[in-house]
């Protein structure tokens, strides 16, 4: 069957054989079915404990928060844009304090593009500013503490 030439070979072993495609095709989606739960679960995760951390910039994290979202969708799991836009808020580092208190204080709501750009906005405010999100790790706080 064409089907099972054009499937990797360390997925192939674990399908049952069948005649018909359309049993083999059914056998496939019995298969990933748990996969996909497994994965939406990850996500999830990921996408509610995600936190800007100066990495990267503000753009980068809120186009990745946004394509969590959006493979959560394609899962069946549908995040609301309003939603998102907290998720994003709540993943904000304290120097977007004032930022936070200012989107909470406005009766307008914005979409997660809206806030992405007005974070890249913020981002750049603050970078004039002089004040830059620093990372503490593990590491940097055992040198430290060596030095002194």
Not at 12 to 36: G, V
Not at 42 to 55: C, E, I, N, S, Y
Not at 105 to 117: F, P, Q
Request: some cysteine.
């Amino acid at each position: 069957m064409f089907l099972r030439m054009t499937i990797a070979s360390n997925i192939k072993s674990s399908l049952p054989s069948a005649d018909k495609a359309k049993a083999y095709l059914a056998a496939i989606e019995e298969r990933f079915k748990t996969a996909d739960k497994s994965l939406a679960g990850k996500l999830m995760a990921d996408l509610t404990t995600m936190k800007h951390d100066g990495t990267r910039s503000m753009h980068e994290h809120c186009i990745e928060m946004i394509n969590l979202a959006a493979k959560l969708k394609n899962l069946g799991l549908s995040v609301d844009d309003s939603f998102l836009v907290q998720f994003i808020l709540n993943s904000l580092p304290p120097q977007y304090g004032p930022f936070q208190i200012n989107y909470n204080a406005i009766d307008e709501k914005w979409t997660s593009n809206e806030l992405t750009s007005k974070l890249v906005q913020e981002e750049s405010r603050l970078d004039r500013e002089g004040i830059r999100v620093v990372i503490m790790s593990k590491k940097l706080n055992l040198k430290l503490k060596k030095w002194n």
